[in-house]
């Protein structure tokens, strides 16, 4: 993996060259003009791990790359700053690492650095080490959260101890509106703040104009655009089949006030069958589906995208709305959606600049 090469004054052409290539691939489905959402040219991730290096005295942020003279192999790259972070945690790196230097109970086999912040300034660091923890730890790593205004968790082989809390609390303003969102150490959240807020504006104008019917969506993680949109339709029906994301969803519904979702613990594929009537249990039956008229599914998937029988799902709503982190698995996927349903909004939220990588938004709505 390249690490990213931070250039601000280039950010216009490399957002350009992704513009370009999307309008291509999606050309046969003839989609409308693409909407392109920038992001900061730096300092846009909220989250970022580090390897942490040791060489005699010295300790320093490290990642790897591979060895142009030697492919195949992988060098390391020290870091002493990191521009595609956010601006508190390239402040917390050096004076992380100064906390820690001369303070063996700290540094000792210590192997890995997370850092989980938000746009308010919230910290929530996870030093991970080579060896089991105890209370010297906790002692010592209780002065550090006061010195350096965080929250740290340590992790070791079968150990995580929390000193604090487990999780951040970012706010986002939509359209008018201030969302609060629980962010869990170590699952799945947005990395760049501010294209999460794009998406979840796109989500909630493409799903406009619902309110007398429901929406059903799948991987609704921690209820990131259940909660967005939950006030666009009369009921929501999520599901997720993480554990810790599923507790985070309901704790953002609760947190935000927001009574008209139900989120259940399944996966796309089980939810598809229980859909179509051919999975039951006590879980199924609570969920009283024939009560629900959805109009619209959203899905968020894994870059791996969606099975054939996923997608032959969808093709029952009238509307779909499909967010996307892998444009090729996308355009493998509307091969088949397209069939019943025409691309009618099309969008680029530039999740990660100065890579490849592009997240993608497509409305799709039933043909006449």
Same mark, same amino acid.
């Given at each position: ?25 999606? @050309? ?22 580090? &390897? =942490? ?36 945690? #390239?402040?917390?790196?050096? &004076? ?27 910290? =929530? ?18 002065? =550090? ?10 992790? @070791?082989?079968?150990? &995580?101890?929390? !000193? ?7 706010? !986002?303003?939509?359209?008018? &509106?201030?969302?609060? *969102?629980?962010?869990?150490? #170590? ?68 947190? #935000? ?34 009560? *629900? ?12 995208? =969606? ?9 029952? *709503? ?14 493998? #996927? ?35």
């Amino acid at each position: 993996m390249a690490i990213p090469v931070v250039d601000p004054p280039r950010y216009d052409e490399q957002l350009d060259a992704k513009r370009a290539r999307l309008v291509e691939t999606f @050309a046969p489905f003839a989609p409308p003009a693409l909407e392109v959402y920038p992001s900061p040219p730096s300092h846009y991730r909220q989250r970022c791990e580090f &390897r =942490l290096w040791h060489e005699g005295d010295d300790l320093f942020y490290a990642m790897f790359e591979v060895d142009p003279d030697e492919p195949g192999k992988k060098r390391v790259v020290r870091l002493d700053d990191y521009p595609v972070a956010g601006r508190r945690i #390239n402040e917390l790196m050096p &004076r992380l690492l100064d906390a820690v230097r001369d303070r063996p109970v700290l540094r000792h086999k210590l192997f890995q650095v997370e850092f989980l912040t938000t746009l308010s300034g919230e910290a =929530l660091v996870t030093l991970i080490y080579h060896r089991q923890l105890d209370e010297d730890w906790d002692e010592a790593a209780r002065e =550090l959260e006061q010195a350096l205004d965080i929250m740290i968790i340590g992790r @070791a082989r079968k150990q &995580r101890r929390v !000193l604090t809390r487990d999780h951040v609390w970012e706010c !986002l303003e939509v359209d008018g &509106r201030r969302l609060h *969102y629980q962010q869990v150490e #170590n699952s799945f959240t947005q990395p760049n703040a501010e294209i999460c807020r794009a998406m979840l504006t796109w989500a909630r104008d493409v799903t406009a104009g619902s309110q007398q019917r429901d929406l059903v969506e799948l991987y609704c993680g921690n209820a990131n655009f259940t909660v967005a949109l939950a006030d666009n339709f009369r009921r929501v029906l999520a599901t997720e089949i993480s554990r810790t994301s599923v507790a985070s969803a309901r704790e953002n519904l609760e947190a #935000n006030g927001i009574d008209n979702v139900t989120v259940g613990r399944m996966s796309a594929e089980e939810f598809t069958q229980a859909l179509k009537g051919d999975k039951g249990g006590r879980r199924v039956e609570a969920w009283a589906l024939d009560e *629900y008229d959805f109009s619209t599914v959203l899905v968020d998937p894994p870059r791996a995208g =969606l099975d054939e029988a996923s997608c032959r799902q969808l093709s029952e *709503y009238e509307r779909i709305v499909y967010i996307s982190c892998n444009p090729d698995t996308l355009a493998h #996927n509307l091969e088949t959606l397209t069939q019943t349903h025409a691309v009618t909004r099309f969008a680029l939220f530039d999740q990660f600049p100065w890579t490849h990588h592009c997240e993608c938004g497509v409305l799709l709505e039933r043909r006449a």
